[in-house]
């Protein structure tokens, strides 16, 4: 009775997968999270070993598109170094799951990567990336009157609530609220737009969503640019200096 169970189980579940690999949506479609489903993931995550998560940063070939100690070499991934535990756990969760899925290719190949990995695999690179550090900004910023508006007074007019109330002054982020400061602007860009554009709906709430709604194309740039330079709360110390 059981077998049989299993096999009906079986052939359920491969039925709906051939139909969507022929509908050529190959990526698993998840449920998005509520408070509660969230909450209890966050309380089941492994505690991160830190030596295992920069070995599989290394050998998991994360390390080819995010840069030693997680700083991207270009211009298309982004900056992992600094980055909260929860929120990377969640992410990495979220890829693997389908979740996240900008519907741009670029999923795709997390999705791939994340495929292979445990939970207890994403605390450890979590728990390495959020200890490595960002480089202090160079050159010269002033940032303009209305970027620094949005960011720490927001747009009451547009519903918009500031941006450092939630990533914090510094954009440092907290729990699952991502650190900004010195993310990559290109990425930054693109994934702003995607929340726009209702392509990346995985955050809790889809809170992202709304605040983006409003907000200029000319607005998100400027703000890529503010988070571009905004100095990390902890800098790596300066070439030399160490
Ligand atoms: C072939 C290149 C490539 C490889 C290999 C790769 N990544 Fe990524 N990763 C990306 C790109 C590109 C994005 C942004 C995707 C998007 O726009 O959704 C990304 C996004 C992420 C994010 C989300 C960051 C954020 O700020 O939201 C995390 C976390 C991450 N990768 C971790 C990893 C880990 C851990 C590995 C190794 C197991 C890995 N990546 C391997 C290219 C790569
Ligand atoms: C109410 C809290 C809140 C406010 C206000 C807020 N954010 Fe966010 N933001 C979040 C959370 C939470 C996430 C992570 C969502 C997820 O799980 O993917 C996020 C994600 C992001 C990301 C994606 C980062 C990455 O590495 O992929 C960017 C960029 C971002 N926010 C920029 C902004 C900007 C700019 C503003 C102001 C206009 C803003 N946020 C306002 C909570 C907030």
């Known amino acids: 009775m059981k077998k049989l ?6 052939s359920v579940t491969s039925t709906a997968s051939t139909a969507a690999l022929a509908s050529g949506h190959s990526m698993p479609v998840a449920d998005a999270w509520s408070n509660i489903t969230w909450d209890k993931s966050a309380k089941d995550m492994p505690k991160g070993d830190y030596a295992r998560g920069e070995k599989l940063h290394s050998y998991g070939l994360c390390i080819t598109c995010h840069g030693e100690q997680g700083i991207a070499p270009s211009r298309n991934a982004p900056n992992l170094a600094g980055n909260t535990v929860l929120y990377t756990y969640k992410e990495l969760q979220d890829y693997k799951s389908g979740l996240r899925n900008e519907g741009n290719g670029k999923a795709s190949v997390m999705h791939a990567a994340t495929t292979p990995m445990s939970n207890q695999d994403m605390a450890d690179v979590a728990v390495y990336y959020a200890a490595q550090k960002l480089p202090a900004p160079t050159g010269n910023y002033t940032p303009p009157a209305n970027i620094k508006k949005l ?8 519903m918009i609530t500031p941006c450092a109330s939630c990533h914090g002054v510094h ?3 907290r ?8 993310q990559v ?19 809790i709430n889809e809170g992202m969503a709304q605040f983006t709604q409003d907000l200029t194309d000319a607005e998100i740039q400027g703000l890529a640019e503010y988070y571009a330079n905004l100095m990390p709360k902890n800098p790596a110390p300066a070439a030399g200096k160490e």
């Open 185 to 203: 602007p290109a990425y930054f860009i693109r994934t702003m737009a995607a929340y726009k554009h209702g392509k990346r709906t995985n955050d």
């Open 175 to 182: 729990d699952i609220t991502p650190a900004l400061a010195g």
């Open 5 to 10: 169970l299993l096999i009906g189980l079986v």
């Open 151 to 158: 960011v720490t007074k927001g747009d009451v007019s547009r």
């Open 171 to 173: 954009g440092e982020g």
